[in-house]
């Protein structure tokens, strides 16, 4: 092998190389596992919503609150 082959050699395999030991290849690392995160949460969401029951929300219960209060009030 001459002397170039040898050193396209080195070049490779340093390229190969994740840079986990620098601040860039941290960065990267971080931001990967946020956005795998994210996907997730919007995955469990996304099954949440097929699964459960059909609620009202917050719609529902601000709609039902003076029902539930004149039931709390003693009548006179």
Known sequence: MSASEI???RWELKATKPPVTSPGGLA???LMSL???I???IMVGAVQGIIMPESEGLAGE???L???QKAET???
């Open 74 to 76: 003693p009548a006179e």
């Open 62 to 64: 601000y709609k039902n």
């Open 35 to 37: 956005f795998a995160l």
């Open 7 to 9: 050193a396209d050699n």
């Open 28 to 30: 990267q690392i971080v």
């Open 66 to 68: 003076n029902a539930a």
């Open 39 to 41: 996907f997730l949460w």
